[in-house]
């Protein structure tokens, strides 16, 4: 086990310096220098090359990205000359907030999909579960905002139950938890989304172990249908479910960043927002390099969870 | 974004068929049969798969309308006269009434025509950004497949890589460089989607070229060029044919995802995206026909692309599953 | 005698599909005393697992009871309320499935599966069910049983897991156990084993047992009383020794006819029955079997026959016949059977030798052929770090025209042997040679040209026909690449292979899917064929199909081959298959061939231990036989290919073995004029040491090793 999990991270580092490779390149490419951001886009050539000069950008390109690799370590994400903040800076005070809204919403959505899923298998062809899957069809095809303004709508607008947008009043992680009429919205929206990709999933999979002889055989043992489903097919049937929640969480925070936007909520998606009006590349790759990361570690986190519910999996 | 799916109503079918595995009926066998017995007609391959398309109702429907607003967008204008390229500040914000059918909008544009010239941009970018990312990922994965070894790995190692850089991050960055019309914004998605299809078509590949009737090929002694346009690639396409539809749709709705965030293709053109940059605000004032028309069809194009995809691999399954 | 333990009376079910309705069961009735085993035959499809389902009150979504009743002891089941049958459900009636693998969940420990029947319904404590799992495991003669509480299903072999569901079924006691085809995905000396197990316990437990199976061989000696069924009906039922002496239904008559037997004269052409099981969405109006029976009147066709006779013998039948087919008579509606002469069974020198041979050498000679498949590790670089022997060391001489098949159980290497035959694989050491060439090193243009002197058929009906091509399209493919013939001679060619495979013209423009398992198997001939090969070989050529349709492409290939003067090399792990086709066999275990000889010398005079008990093992379509052997012939499990046992690879689990087993690799010895087998110590005396002709180095560089 610890070997699979060294060589596990091995690899993910690996993965990781190629991901940072690739989108250093790729924002350098976009932006070399934030010399015009800084000084504006009418500063002379020769006002340019010295900022350039004293901040390290007439380097060659691969000096600059083993520097960028050498702070990165240290956990220097770079600098906002926008914000005037180191982007390490801008991220720990918003990092909470986001976490707190994803990894709500990803519970939430958990609690919801994984028991509906296993009904609609056993249901299969029902009214109830057509309809559960129209809902879901539906959902899945659409865009968060656009889900978001129908809550609003409904929820803010016309019922007045919940606040529009989240209040500025919400400057912590801790305020948000203990205000949770206010991210009510956000979170459910979020949530939703993912309901609909998971259960569908969760759907098939307890079909397919359904059709398996080993339901049959728990069945002939005489248990119960109910204890057939806990004990035997929720476990196995789970299983795909884990690999699309590591997945699952750069969607996350991709989906953050819109719902970020739509309820004014300031966490790590809305800075990122603002940065792209602001063309603040330190942030913007920063943004990137943090969804890959957590791609990577979601990937591994899953693997390493099915590899103790999954006595199948090979640990070598 | 594409998952392996299964319908309840086929897994029913598999159990029944499983369970009983009745092949076709043989009756009247006369003097004259050859011992083989008789082979009943069923159907060729793709008409069987089309007859089997066509018995999912809610696909069939889906894909007529689909076709009614492809010729909506791209005819429309020719009938529904608007101007959609200067702003009338007299008309702003006008609910629906008889001379614009579906209100105006912030600059005065008649929002109906306006989701007509969006639509147009949808449907342009969804086929010619699936289209190069098929193009790109189907070459790609097919090489992959057939090379093997070491440059496999390495490839496959690249498409890893790839595929861990927030796809929609990504594309954003870019696009507040280069987006603006609907060639680049076609160019940016494609060039970050094909990577889906290369590992689907790398992993049909690899299966491919165990299965036995390739063996065979070889024991006859034929080339690798036959072997690869003879076998692998018709028997790859049903893959790249079903990832092409849900292509279609995440463009689709990667485009409003730029719009919605101002970096979606600069005026004149526009998308559904950018016509709901403002929806919150539209809502809150109570400018509804801004907000749900254009969001019920981007909805409805992408579900019915979605639709139309599953109904396909569940028809070119079934094709290959009839024994 | 007392009460049955099971009887089922008049039963009918329906399953309703989402087209149709099928009626997988109609109208059957049968009772199990007791301590007794009653058997109940017949093809996939015909319903004989749904009706071991329907006494659970299992049958899948969609399916219920329509008609009759069930009853255990004098309990109705039919109507019972679930609650009450789950307190039946692996208490008093337990179930044995086909598949091991997909039948034990995949993520629980086997000690928690075996206890988990007991705990509910015995209401025990977790830790006396443990100890009750335990007895039972030990029961079922799963080794060391306590380490393998803890085990879960992957980490255990067919075998042992078959054990283990056996367990899980014995683990309450029950008064019915229900075994549905319980050997059928083992391998023959796994299968012996497993079936003794049952005898076994069947004899002291005392439970009444119902054994559904196809295998009249399985059936054979274990049953009292056998029911045969087709197509949903119970066609004939009778006391085993009765119904394989004095059958009355054609179908039992054909389908016992249609069996190829070790003990039988391979000339003679197996008896075969047309045609295919009908569709239960759709079953024929009359009696179900009339459209492939050769008696078949107007009143069959109309009428359906009831199940009569006397009170121990009954069939359905309006023409009855009586007893086995004696000789295979013109009547069986196949063409094959008509025009045919039986073949000479000796060796192929008799048959004249065709005009291509040159001179007297072998046109095939496998010499020291290795073949290993590397076990890699990592994603990146793949380092190899071990390597599967799939083929140690093997060598090998067939003659133009002569059939020679190759027998052993799954992971013997058989199939790579056949691989390097066909090319498709490069051996890792030693020589392929055709006509003393080995063309496979060959390149470009002169590799293609040589690629036609050796064809091949495999196994799988549905995955060695390409789905997206038709039948005249994979017919003349072969024709297309080696450039042979215009476009209207490759189709006249194509024309003839199909009707000469007896498939109907109409073919040529339909898809492979439209086909039956069968008939798919006779275009895969064909294509096979269209290159006129000097040499096929068939990996399993009838091993997925249906007991009744193997008879048909048998005695085709067969008729064929001597046709067509063609050697073939035919791979199986049913000996009595390859006795049908071959002239000589090749026995084979863990990669290396142990024993060569003629079908007789394999049969009546095997020399290795390991070909003796592998003839044992088969079970045969004779009760009288197969009542006269029990105890188990071989012990033990296939060593894994990885790592082979040093010296003899059989030693591990040879009755026979001794020290000098495992130091010295056993060099092959002559028995007789074509016949040779590697054993220190053999079962027949070997001939005194003559120069070893053709195969000198095999014995070479067996002791160079």
């Not at chain 1, 959902?139 to 209040?167: E, K, R, T």
């Not at chain 3, 895969?524 to 000097?534: G, I, K, S, V, Y």
Request: net charge neutral; with cysteine.
């Amino acid at each position: 086990m610890l070997g699979y999990i060294v060589r596990r991270l091995i690899t993910a580092v690996i993965v990781v310096l190629g991901v940072t490779a690739v989108s250093f390149a790729i924002l350098h490419f976009l932006s070399p220098t934030p010399a015009y951001a800084v000084l504006g886009t009418k500063a002379t050539h020769a006002a340019v090359v010295s900022w350039n000069k004293q901040h390290g950008y007439d380097r060659p390109e691969i000096v600059q990205f083993f520097s960028y690799l050498g702070n990165l370590v240290q956990l220097n994400f770079g600098y906002s000359y926008k914000l005037n903040q180191s982007v390490a800076a801008l991220f720990n005070e918003d990092v909470g907030r986001s976490a707190y809204l994803s990894g709500a919403a990803l519970v939430l959505s958990l609690i919801i999909a994984v028991p509906l899923g296993i009904a609609q298998a056993v249901k299969r062809n029902s009214p109830g579960d057509y309809a559960a899957t129209a809902i879901n069809f539906t959902l899945y095809s659409m865009p968060s905002f656009f889900l978001g303004l129908i809550l609003i709508q409904l929820f803010a607008l016309d019922l007045n139950i919940f606040p529009v947008g989240v209040g500025d009043n919400i400057t912590t992680a801790w305020q948000a938890i203990t205000h949770p009429r206010q991210l009510c919205l956000p979170i459910v929206t979020l949530a939703l989304l993912n309901v609909a990709s998971f259960s569908r999933y969760m759907r098939s999979s307890a079909l397919d172990e359904l059709a398996q002889d080993y339901i049959r055989l728990a069945r002939a043992k005489g248990l119960s249908e109910r204890a057939v489903l806990f004990r035997h097919l929720l476990r196995n049937a789970s299983l795909p479910v884990i690999t699309l929640v590591g997945l699952s969480i750069p969607t996350l925070l991709a989906g953050n960043l819109l719902i970020e936007y739509l309820f004014n909520y300031s966490g790590l998606g809305l800075l990122f927002y603002n940065a792209l009006g602001n063309e603040d590349y330190n942030i913007l790759l920063a943004y990137v390099l943090v969804g890959a990361i957590l791609t990577v570690l979601g990937n591994l986190i899953a693997d390493l969870a099915i590899a103790t519910a999954d006595p199948r999996v090979r640990l070598d | 974004m594409t998952e392996p799916r299964k319908t309840g109503s086929q897994e029913l079918e598999e159990l029944g068929t499983a369970a009983l595995s009745v092949p076709g009926p043989s009756r009247g066998l006369s003097e004259l049969t050859p011992d083989g017995g008789e082979v009943q007609a069923i159907a060729s391959g793709w008409r069987l798969a089309l007859r089997e398309f066509a018995s999912n109702r809610l696909a069939v429907i889906c894909l007529a309308l689909l076709l009614l607003l492809v010729l909506f967008c791209f005819l429309g204008p020719l009938f529904y006269h608007t101007d959609q390229t200067y702003t009338n500040i007299l008309n702003t914000n006008l609910p629906p009434s008889g001379s614009h059918l579906l209100g105006t909008d912030e600059n005065g544009f008649d929002e109906l025509g306006r989701i007509m010239v969006g639509g147009q941009a949808a449907f342009e970018v969804g086929g010619f950004a699936s289209g190069v990312a098929i193009v790109i990922g189907t070459l790609y994965g097919a090489i992959s497949g057939l090379v093997g070894g070491f440059v496999d790995g390495l490839l496959m190692r690249f498409v890893d890589i790839l595929l861990s850089i927030p796809f929609l991050l990504i594309v954003l960055v870019i696009a507040t460089k280069y987006s603006g019309t609907v060639v680049e914004i076609s160019l940016i998605l494609g060039v970050f989607t094909w990577l889906v299809p290369a590992r689907l078509v790398r992993g049909e590949v690899l299966t491919l070229r165990t299965r036995d009737f390739v063996l065979a090929a070889q024991t006859m002694g034929s080339s690798r060029a036959r072997l690869i346009y003879r076998h692998l690639i018709p028997n790859a396409m049903s893959v790249t044919i079903v990832n092409v539809t849900f292509l279609i749709a995440d463009s689709i709705l990667s485009l409003a995802y730029l719009g919605v965030l101002g970096e979606g293709l600069t005026p004149p053109h526009t998308s559904w995206g950018d016509m709901l940059g403002n929806a919150q605000t539209y809502v809150q004032n109570g400018y509804w026909w801004l907000v749900y028309p254009v969001g019920a069809c981007l909805v409805f194009v992408v579900l019915a692309f979605n639709l139309v995809g599953d109904a396909l691999r569940d028809a070119v399954d079934v094709r290959l599953q009839r024994r | 005698m007392a009460a049955p333990a099971l009887k089922v009376e008049n039963l009918s079910t329906e399953i309703r599909l989402s087209r149709a309705t099928v009626q997988p069961v109609g109208n059957v009735s049968l009772e199990i005393g007791e301590g007794e085993t009653l058997g109940l035959v017949g093809e996939s499809g015909c319903g004989k697992s749904m009706l071991g389902l329907s006494v659970l009150g299992l049958l899948p979504t969609g399916g219920h009871v329509t008609e009759g009743s069930i009853k255990l002891g004098d309990k109705e089941l039919v109507g019972l309320p679930e609650r009450e049958l789950r307190r039946i459900r692996g208490n008093d009636i337990a179930m044995i499935f086909q598949d091991s693998l997909s039948s034990l969940n995949p993520t629980k420990s086997i000690g928690e599966q075996v206890s988990e029947p007991v705990r509910l319904h015995r209401g025990v404590s977790r830790k006396e069910a443990l100890d009750r799992a335990l007895e039972v495991l030990e029961l079922v003669g799963l080794p060391r049983p306590r380490e393998r509480l803890s085990d879960y299903p992957h980490q255990l072999s067919g075998g042992l897991r078959q054990r283990v569901m056996i367990a899980i079924a014995l683990a309450c006691e029950p008064r019915v156990l229900l075994a549905d085809e319980p050997t059928t995905a083992l391998d023959v000396t796994i299968q012996a084993q497993i079936l003794s197990v049952l005898d076994d316990l069947e004899q002291r437990l005392g439970m009444a047992t119902l054994l559904v199976t196809h295998d009249m061989g399985v059936v054979a000696g274990r049953s009292r009383r056998i029911n045969v069924m087709y197509a949903g009906r119970i066609v004939e039922t009778a006391p085993s020794e009765e119904l394989f002496s004095s059958m009355r239904h054609p179908y039992t008559q054909s389908l016992l006819g249609s069996i190829p037997r070790l003990e039988s004269d391979p000339g003679r052409p197996l008896l075969s029955i047309p045609g295919l099981p009908p569709d239960l969405t759709d079953p024929p109006q009359g009696c179900r079997f009339a459209p492939r029976c050769q008696f078949a009147t107007d009143q069959c066709r109309a009428q359906e026959p009831p199940l009569s006779g006397d009170s121990d013998h009954k069939f359905a039948c309006w023409h009855p016949v009586d007893g086995p087919a004696v000789a295979v008579s013109a009547s069986t509606g196949t063409r094959v059977s008509v025009t045919r002469e039986p073949a000479p069974a000796g060796p192929a020198a008799t048959v004249a030798g065709p005009v291509v041979q040159n001179g007297a050498g072998p046109l095939l000679e496998v010499v020291n052929a290795v073949r290993e498949y590397p076990v890699t590790a990592g994603t990146m670089l793949k380092r190899k770090v071990n390597s599967v022997k799939a083929v140690s060391d093997v060598t090998l001489q067939v003659r133009a025209g002569e059939a020679v098949g190759l027998v052993g159980e799954s992971g013997c290497g058989k199939t790579s042997l056949g691989k390097l035959i066909v090319g498709i694989e490069k051996p890792d050491g030693g020589q392929i040679r055709i006509a003393g060439e080995e063309i496979f090193r060959k390149r470009g243009g002169e590799l293609r040209r040589a690629r036609r002197t050796v064809q091949m058929m495999f196994q799988d009906p549905y995955g060695s026909l390409d789905p997206r091509m038709r039948v005249r399209a994979i017919l003349r493919e072969p024709l297309q690449i080696q450039g042979v013939g215009s476009t209207r001679e490759q189709d006249d060619r194509v024309r003839g292979l199909l009707s000469e495979v007896g498939l109907p013209l109409n073919a040529l423009e339909r898809y492979p899917h439209e086909f039956s398992g069968g008939q798919r198997q006779r275009i895969a001939l064909a294509r096979a064929l269209t290159l006129e090969p000097r040499i096929m070989v068939a990996d399993e050529p009838v091993s997925a199909l249906d007991v009744s349709i193997r008879s048909q492409v048998l005695n085709l290939m067969k008729r064929l081959q001597t046709e067509r003067n063609m050697a073939s090399v035919v791979i199986s792990h049913d000996l009595a298959v390859v006795k049908y086709l071959a002239d000589r066999i090749g026995v084979m275990y863990l990669g290396k061939l142990v024993e060569v000889g003629t079908g007789d010398d394999i049969y009546r005079r095997p020399a290795h231990p390991y070909t003796e008990a592998l003839i044992k093992t088969i079970p045969v379509p004779d009760p009288a036989v197969e009542q006269a052997k029990r105890g188990v012939a071989i012990r033990g499990e296939l060593p894994s290919p990885i790592n082979p046992p040093s010296g003899c690879r059989f030693r591990t689990r040879c009755p026979l073995a001794q020290e000098i087993c495992a130091q010295v690799e056993p060099p092959m010895r002559r028995f007789g004029q074509s016949h040779q087998a590697a054993c220190h110590f053999p079962l027949q005396t070997p001939e005194p040491e003559l120069p070893l002709a053709p195969s000198g180095d095999a014995a070479g560089s067996a002791s160079g090793h």
